[in-house]
Nanobody
C-alpha cells in the first residue's frame, strides 16, 4: 500500500526554523514521476497548498504567504522531499501534510488541489512563545 510519511514537526518559537521531510513507501521506484506538495490546515480552516515541487525537473511553486521564508527541495536518490521553514510565525501553526500526484501539474496540485493520488497523515507544527 502506498503511504507518505511526514516527519520533523514540533513546537518552535516565532522566528525559529524547522525542516520537514516527506518520504514515500510503496512507490519508491517511481518517486521521480510524482509531483510532491506540502499542505497545511489550521484549526477551523480549510487545507491549503502552499509549496509544491514538480516531478523530474524540480520546478517549485510557493504561495505568497510563505514565499521567501520556506524552501522546498527533493532528493530523488533518497526518495525524500524536504521543506525548510525559516522565520516561522504563529499563523504558520497547523497540521502539515505532504501529498503526491503522478505527473500532476504544480498549479493543479498547489492551487486547485486536484490530481492528488496520495496523502500523508500529517505532522503538527505549533509556533508559539
Amino acid at each position: 500500500q502506498v503511504q507518505l510519511v511526514e516527519s520533523g514537526g514540533g513546537l518552535v518559537q516565532p522566528g525559529g526554523s524547522l525542516r520537514l521531510s516527506c518520504k514515500p513507501s510503496g512507490f519508491t521506484s517511481r518517486f521521480v514521476y510524482y509531483t510532491i506538495g506540502w499542505f497545511r490546515q489550521a484549526q477551523g480552516k480549510e487545507r491549503e497548498g502552499f509549496s509544491c515541487v514538480s516531478s523530474h525537473d524540480g520546478i517549485t511553486y510557493y504561495a505568497d504567504s510563505v514565499k521567501g521564508r520556506f524552501t522546498i527541495s527533493r532528493d530523488n536518490a533518497k526518495n525524500t522531499v524536504y521543506l525548510q521553514m525559516n522565520s516561522l510565525k504563529p499563523e504558520d501553526s497547523g497540521v502539515y501534510y505532504c501529498a503526491a500526484g503522478r505527473f500532476t501539474l504544480l498549479q493543479d496540485m498547489c492551487v486547485k488541489r486536484r490530481s492528488i493520488n496520495n496523502w500523508g497523515e500529517g505532522t503538527l507544527i505549533t509556533v508559539s512563545s
